[in-house]
């Protein structure tokens, strides 16, 4: 048998991702046959599930076999390159359990992405998560190094895809620190692009943006790591920008903003409620994707957390910040629900999904939003509502509408 060629799995991998209709601009066809991506994951984890249903990650590296490790580079999959923050494929001996902190992103999703970013030739890009620098590598062959700058919060991890680009024969701006406050240095930026997940887009980038220019990103993210929603806004001359989520996207959450598991005696954060009522919503609608992101729309940094004890389920629903909370258990075809603090969380929520199952379910591409320095909106557009004559304006309908008032990020 002839060893695998990587120029061969290049192509081959180009080719799938035209076939699926991801790759369609040739020379993003160009970029995915130029750059190895062998460079960026010289080791990463497999993962798989374990016995106890927990995932594990076993490190693949070129030492077991380099013709299977080749291929497995060039499939279309994300591949896990730290876990817990610190835990690399080179370190971890054996297969390991943790959470995934720094990822190779799977080229389909990394392609659309750069699909939607519509760059031409002399833009220049502030990407925020460089990762491996394999995506950071595609965006350099097509724009030229001296027109990326890519900001990755872990040094470690930077300092890895730094060398990366470098033996791909890349010479870019790779800058250690939280991309969250963008990079106020080279901007400003015709495209801003995040690989990672956001509660929200900070306003420093759309003020490194320039107007006309695009910003991409994930957001909806707190304990869900699905129900989330890939936003495409344009920055405005008046330094607002607006767009709509053009489709689902999963990343992981940005390290600032990743939530914290919350230990301890769940019930004791329960354990007084102002109020308690019946609700015929499931809370198993939240395993769903749209109804996810409402919910996290509509109460924002909640998080979720099933739990049971005596064979009785409890879900709950946690805001650490505001010391709020719900707690649902099952009463026949209805549910219970106990709420306490300032926010009434599962009001919010219940509010949010049925004012979308009314409209009709729409799809999450007609969720509009828009950022200024003070809020972050987002709403669903009467002209976008699956039938014409179940259309609401955000006034009429405020369940449809979400306003988040936040301090802005300074640059
Ligand atoms: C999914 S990986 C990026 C994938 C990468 N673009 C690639 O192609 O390999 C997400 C990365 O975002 C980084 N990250 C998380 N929060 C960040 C922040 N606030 N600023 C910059 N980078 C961040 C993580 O450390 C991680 O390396």
Redesign the pocket.
Known sequence: MTSPDPATLRRALADQLEVGGVLRTPAWREAVEAVPREL?ISSFFRDAPGPDGITRYTPVSRDIDVDEWLTIVYQNETWVTQLDGHLTPDTANGPVTGFP?????MPST?VGMLESLDVEKGMNVLE?????????GLLCHRLGDDNITS????PA?SERADAALEAAGYSTWTVTG???LGHPRRAPYDRTIA??ALRRIPYAWVRQTKPGGIILATVGPSAWSYGTGLAKLKVKEDGTAEGRIIGRAS??P???EAAIPLSGDLSARAAYADTERKTSLSPDVLNDWMPAFLAQLAAPGAQLVCAVSDSRETVYLFDTSRESFAALTTDGDEWNVRQGGPVAIWDAIESAVTAWKDAGEPDITTVRMAVTPETHAYWIGDQQLASPDRSYSIDEKPELRWLHRYPPLST
Not at 101 to 105: C, D, G, V, Y
Not at 128 to 136: A, K, P, R
């Open positions: 960026f902190t720094s990822s190779s992103t990394v925020i998560g460089t990762g491996t620098g394999y995506s950071t900001v990755e919060v872990d991890i939280d991309g969250l690989t990672c990343f992981m940005a390290r600032a």
